[in-house]
């Protein structure tokens, strides 16, 4: 099957077209069309990765392009990381579009909203399998329109259109980076192969500087695709699109893009200890920057998307530790419990008609399968030990310590708690205490949207498993096998106290949630009240968006009008002088065609005099 895996991300393509083609006569029915086409993706996705892990790397190419004598190729290829990826993205788009059969029930752009979800996911698979730097540059741009096309789906809404605006423009900041350092691997080694580049870094063909730069300039890209610090501001805006869409950006597709585009050109960051210290470094602070953000949060996406920002730099801190599989572990059960969350917080707000947890509360007994699949995912992200997260943020932790960063260790130690208390925190408002919502009837919604969401909670709890001791650390092994000088060192290991008090600091945050929101031992001013300053700058997201505004927005306004002063005094007014003058001179001549021979004869006359004066002073020197 391996040969013949460019179907698969040309089946959600076909269901893009034929829903765009016959969408308005199919209406509702539409959906099973990207449904069937997707779920054949999947099978196809399992059936390459069973196959990957019997045999080797698959690689087809053939020849596109030829410049200046180089030949570029297009095509696909499957190894062991784009083999799990492919799983992953086409499993999370099935269960989000199932799911929104009856979320989206009643839209009236319903066919176009699978179609969009269509196109989304063929370029997200489109981008995983890509053989090249090029090509997956191309599927990256692709990505980067299907996105701006799902959150502005509500295009009505003035909101929707500036959260699309804003994703946009801020990732394609990003992308500026990541084109820039593609065409200067070309420049170094002519060549857009990863086998070709990473053999020319092994090599050393090119120098220490210019590779570093490189590197950074390719982690530019991915800063701007997950949300990282300080091109995050446009990943929570993105909850303008529909509940669904935000599952599949923000679990396993958009966002993970980035996390993906530095684990495929690992051997390249590897090479150079300052790129890998940037990773590490933008990645724990954006861990707890974002965290401290959703502490105070009360809009139920927004806490999800603030945690989105956080666990992306969770992996990036991951990989520049070294942690290879660490952070490709945690993007996996990250895809896993965070659909989940962003799916149940779908149908409590389908239920309550609000995303405000201060109108929420006391719903545990209304929804009596929702409430406890929010909860798996809620102990899932927060660590709670033996469920997928647990593991893979227990990996991470040791990647950090085994590296040597101890603090980065320790900001992650401390983001482990903040995700504990602000997920529970999120999880009390909206399930524990009295209704403080309309007193309506709330009851749980149809299979459609339950089913998608048990299967991913039975991943939230199981996927970690995989790699434990007691599944022979399959994941580990296998990413990395045949790959050891590229990739280094695949897992770290620890000491047991690290695992304990992992456990500690999870168990602290939810005991501490527990306390303020539950029981009401504390009061939740405890520590900061809503009037301190500190509490205005978390709520004001540290005033990012602000700065830009009053930063770049006035420099580009500036700059915007000085420019067209340019244009209206110097450029218009030369323009308007050259063309006031050939005018003049236009005129000036047809002031001297009269017609009447008698005046041109005067002024012939009158010429040939001037010549003759001309001649005589000179002395016939003109000759």
């Known amino acids: 099957m391996m040969e013949n895996a460019w179907v698969i991300p040309i089946l959600p393509l076909v269901s893009f077209v034929l829903l765009l083609l016959y969408g308005r006569r199919w209406r509702e029915k539409g959906a099973y069309i990207g449904i069937l086409f997707t779920l054949t993706s999947f099978i196809l996705s399992v059936i390459v990765l069973v196959e990957r892990l019997q045999g080797p790397t698959y690689k087809m190419a053939m020849d596109w392009l030829s410049i200046s004598g180089t030949q570029l190729t297009a095509g696909f290829e499957i190894n062991q990381l784009n083999a799990l990826m492919l799983v992953v993205v086409s499993l999370v788009s099935l269960l989000v579009q199932i799911y929104s059969v009856e979320y989206m029930k009643g839209e009236e752009r319903f066919s176009t909203f699978y179609a969009y979800l269509g196109f989304f996911t063929f370029s997200m698979l489109g981008l995983v399998i890509a053989p090249n730097l090029l090509q997956l540059y191309i599927f990256w741009e692709l990505v980067g329109v299907g996105s701006f096309l799902l959150i502005g789906f509500y295009f009505h809404k003035q909101e929707a259109k500036l959260a699309a605006k804003k994703a946009f423009i801020m990732t394609r900041i990003g992308d500026v980076g990541l084109l820039i350092g593609i065409i200067l691997l070309f420049w170094e080694t002519g060549s857009f192969e990863y086998g070709d580049i990473f053999s020319a ?32 501001t446009w990943l929570p805006d993105a909850m303008e699109g529909p509940t669904p869409v935000s599952a599949l950006i923000h679990a396993a597709t958009m966002v993970a893009a980035g996390v993906y585009l530095v684990a495929t050109m690992f051997p390249l960051f590897l090479a150079s200890s300052a790129a890998m210290q940037v990773v590490a470094v933008t990645g724990g602070f954006t861990a707890i920057f974002a965290a401290s953000i959703a502490l105070v949060q009360k809009d139920v996406k927004r806490v999800l998307a603030y945690s989105t920002i956080s666990q992306l730099g969770f992996m990036m801190l991951a990989l520049g530790t070294a942690g290879y599989v660490a952070g490709v572990f945690h993007l996996m059960t990250h895809a896993f419990f965070k659909a989940l969350l962003f799916l149940a917080a779908g149908s409590v707000i389908h239920a309550l008609h609000t995303q405000d947890a201060e109108k929420m509360g006391g719903i545990w007994k209304k929804l009596k399968v929702t409430g406890p699949l ?12 033996l469920l997928s997260g647990f593991f893979s943020k227990d990996e991470i932790l040791m990647s950090a310590w085994g590296n040597g960063s ?31 919502g309309p007193a309506n009837q709330v009851e749980d919604p149809s299979s459609f949207m339950l089913v998608p969401m048990m299967v991913l909670a039975v991943l939230a709890v199981l996927s970690g498993y995989i790699q434990t001791p007691w599944f022979g650390a399959f994941l580990g092994d296998w990413l990395i096998d045949g790959n050891e000088s590229l990739l280094g060192v695949s897992h770290h290991e620890g000491p047991v106290w690290i695992m304990l008090l992992a456990i500690f600091v999870s168990l602290a945050g939810i005991f501490l949630a527990y306390l303020i929101y539950v029981k009401r031992a504390l009061s939740r001013s405890w520590l900061v009240g809503e009037d301190s300053m500190i509490y205005r700058v978390l709520d004001n997201k540290y005033f990012i968006d602000e700065m830009y505004y009053f930063t770049v927005g006035y420099l580009t306004r500036g700059l915007s009008l000085f420019l067209s002063y340019m244009e209206k005094f ?40 001037v010549l003759m004066v001309i001649f005589a002073f000179t002395g016939g020197y003109l000759r």
């Open 374 to 385: 929010f909860l798996i995912g809620t102990l899932s992200i927060s660590g709670f030990p």
């Open 406 to 436: 101890y603090f980065l260790f320790t900001l992650a130690l401390i983001t482990s708690f903040l995700t504990a208390f602000y997920m529970f925190r999120l999880f009390f408002m909206i399930f524990a205490g009295e209704s403080r």
């Open 570 to 609: 110097i450029i218009g007014g030369l323009v308007s002088t050259v063309s006031n003058s050939i005018e003049g001179l236009g005129k000036m001549g047809a002031k001297l065609q009269t017609g009447q021979v008698q005046q041109y004869g005067v002024i012939a006359f009158l010429g040939l005099a």
């Open 201 to 232: 870094v092994q090599t050393g063909d090119i120098s220490m500087g210019r590779l570093t730069l490189i590197a950074i300039l390719i982690f530019i890209g991915a800063v701007g695709k997950s949300g990282q610090f300080p091109l995050h």
